[in-house]
């Protein structure tokens, strides 16, 4: 059992950009070029000046040519819940049908909080106990490895798992919509967890790709 203080993190794993090329606008560039036939303005450093009007105008469907493949790591299921309500999205996820989460359960504990701090429960039947969040964490991966040992298999034990419990998560989109997670998931109101993921993943690609996220705020 382990307990996570904080916030996982997210990889690029691959930016989609044009033949021959290093450089997602230029690829931008090009297809949105095709508007007005007017590809042969194309010359060295003329995507980034393409890219600003294209945003200025909110021609958001040109940045749609290019996308972005992220690897979630050490975040929570709640976190991944939340993701994968974006639509416009392709996912894969760890599986807790085919994982056995006996081994070694990982659980986030929101960093503000003490893990060992002792809470009273009290009891239906009048009892009262007092446990820790940690070990609380550590019954449940207890009574998952019970369930396992009568036979549960882990499609099942699983439902015992709590949603702190850590999920790896790949995550492609196009720009567009990647503008559109980051300006709803950074925002002040969305969920410590991924508003912390997903502000330290912006500053991380607009050092990657330049002019695209530049007003999006981290
Ligand atoms: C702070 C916060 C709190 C939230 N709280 C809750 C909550 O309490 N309960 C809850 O259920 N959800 C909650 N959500 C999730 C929220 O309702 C959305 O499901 C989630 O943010 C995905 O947003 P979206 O639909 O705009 O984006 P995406 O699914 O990423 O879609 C992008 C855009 O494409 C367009 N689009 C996509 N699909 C369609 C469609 N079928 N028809 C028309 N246009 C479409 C829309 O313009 C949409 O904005 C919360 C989200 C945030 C950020």
Same mark, same amino acid.
């Given at each position: 059992?382990?307990?996570? %203080?904080?916030?996982?993190?997210? =990889?690029?794993?691959?930016? $989609?950009?044009?033949?021959?090329?290093?450089?997602?606008?230029?690829?931008?560039?090009?297809?949105? !070029?095709?508007?007005?036939?007017?590809? *042969?303005?194309?010359?060295?450093?003329?995507?980034?000046?393409?890219?600003?009007?294209?945003?200025? !105008?909110?021609?958001?469907?040109?940045?749609?040519?290019?996308?972005?493949? @992220?690897?979630? !790591?050490?975040?929570?299921?709640?976190?991944?819940?939340?993701?994968?309500?974006?639509?416009?999205?392709?996912?894969?996820?760890?599986?807790?049908?085919?994982?056995? =989460?006996?081994?070694?359960?990982? @659980? #986030?504990?929101?960093? *503000?909080? /003490?893990? *060992? =701090?002792?809470?009273?429960?009290? $009891? &239906?039947?009048?009892?009262?106990?007092? #446990?820790? +969040?940690?070990?609380?964490?550590?019954?449940?991966?207890?009574?998952?490895?019970?369930?396992?040992?009568?036979?549960?298999?882990?499609?099942?034990?699983?439902?015992?798992? &709590?949603?702190?419990?850590?999920?790896?998560?790949?995550?492609?989109?196009? +720009? !567009?919509?990647? %503008?559109?997670?980051?300006?709803?998931?950074?925002?002040?109101?969305?969920?410590?967890?991924?508003?912390? @993921?997903?502000? /330290?993943? $912006?500053?991380?690609? %607009?050092?990657?790709?330049?002019? @695209?996220?530049?007003?999006?705020? &981290?």
């Amino acid at each position: 059992m382990e307990i996570l %203080r904080s916030p996982g993190n997210g =990889e690029i794993l691959a930016v $989609l950009v044009g033949d021959g090329s290093d450089s997602p606008l230029e690829l931008i560039e090009l297809a949105g !070029r095709t508007a007005h036939q007017s590809a *042969d303005k194309i010359s060295p450093g003329t995507a980034e000046a393409f890219v600003r009007k294209i945003l200025a !105008r909110g021609h958001g469907s040109v940045l749609e040519h290019s996308c972005m493949t @992220v690897r979630f !790591r050490d975040c929570s299921r709640g976190f991944t819940h939340e993701l994968v309500r974006h639509r416009l999205v392709s996912f894969t996820q760890e599986s807790t049908r085919y994982v056995d =989460e006996g081994r070694n359960l990982r @659980v #986030v504990c929101p960093p *503000d909080r /003490d893990p *060992d =701090e002792p809470v009273l429960i009290h $009891l &239906p039947d009048g009892h009262e106990v007092c #446990v820790s +969040f940690a070990q609380w964490v550590e019954m449940n991966e207890q009574m998952y490895i019970g369930l396992r040992g009568i036979g549960w298999n882990k499609e099942d034990a699983r439902q015992v798992l &709590p949603t702190g419990i850590v999920a790896e998560i790949v995550m492609t989109a196009n +720009f !567009r919509e990647w %503008r559109h997670v980051f300006s709803l998931r950074c925002a002040p109101t969305a969920h410590w967890e991924i508003r912390a @993921v997903m502000k /330290d993943l $912006l500053k991380t690609v %607009r050092a990657r790709v330049p002019v @695209v996220f530049d007003d999006l705020c &981290p």
